[in-house]
T-cell receptor
Framework: GAVVSQHPSRVICKSGTSVKIECRSL??????MFWYRQFPKKSLMLMAT?????????EQGVEKDKFLINHASLTLSTLTVTSAHPEDSSFYIC???????????FGEGSRLTVL | QKEVEQDPGPLSVPEGAIVSLNCTYSNSAFQYFMWYRQYSRKGPELLMYTYSSGNKEDGRFTAQVDKSSKYISLFIRDSQPSDSATYLC?????????????FGKGTRLSVIA
């Protein structure tokens, strides 16, 4: 099946620093990727929709200047958490549409801990 | 009312039991329905994908969609300890290639050997 790779899987940083998370589709081209955030005991919350070559579409309440999303190629999207704070600590997951229409494949997720 | 409701559990069953997981939804425009399995600290893994109403079977897993009742189910037969995970239902109004999914909160399942 289609594979989506996410890196890093775990990152710890100091408050005020920026962290970049990469999401790669390994065996297919993904024109659209999605970024989610997951809190303990809560569902996946969509943060933004990332389309290759254009600006990301952010969900209401998500700060686009804080969560910078770049989708420069058909196989790579990045999420940069700028000036991270402890409340940004969470599990961030990307997904991309599969080769069969209507299916999404997820990355393994990235655990961000901001001290 | 939230768009997708899912009992968070936790649900604990003995090995070999039949497990029934369910979600209800309010948006009648949903056409695509999925079940994902998520192990601790991992990304969700697609288990079942169905379009519109009906049943779909894959090994020990059966997905049911009842659009008239806005209700979907996932059945797991002969449950195994390796099935212990969080199961998320998800749905969308269109082809999720460019339409984001709406998720339930997930049901945590434990299968006891």
């Amino acid at each position: 099946g289609a594979v989506v790779s996410q890196h890093p899987s775990r990152v710890i940083c100091k408050s005020g620093t920026s962290v970049k998370i990469e999401c790669r589709s390994l065996d297919f081209q993904a024109t659209t990727m999605f970024w989610y955030r997951q809190f303990p005991k809560k569902s996946l919350m969509l943060m933004a929709t990332s389309n290759e070559g254009s600006k990301a579409t952010y969900e209401q309440g998500v700060e686009k200047d804080k969560f910078l999303i770049n989708h420069a190629s058909l196989t790579l999207s990045t999420l940069t958490v700028t000036s991270a704070h402890p409340e940004d600590s969470s599990f961030y997951i990307c997904s991309a549409s599969g080769v069969r229409g209507g299916e999404l494949f997820f990355g393994e997720g990235s655990r961000l801990t901001v001290l | 009312q939230k768009e997708v409701e899912q009992d968070p559990g936790p649900l604990s069953v003995p090995e070999g039991a039949i497990v029934s997981l369910n979600c209800t939804y309010s948006n009648s425009a949903f056409q695509y329905f999925m079940w994902y399995r998520q192990y601790s600290r991992k990304g969700p893994e697609l288990l079942m994908y169905t379009y519109s109403s009906g049943n779909k079977e894959d090994g020990r897993f059966t997905a049911q969609v009842d659009k008239s009742s806005k209700y979907i189910s996932l059945f797991i037969r002969d449950s195994q300890p390796s099935d212990s995970a969080t199961y998320l239902c998800a749905m969308s109004v269109g082809n999720s290639g460019n339409t984001p999914l709406v998720f339930g909160k997930g049901t945590r399942l434990s299968v006891i050997a």
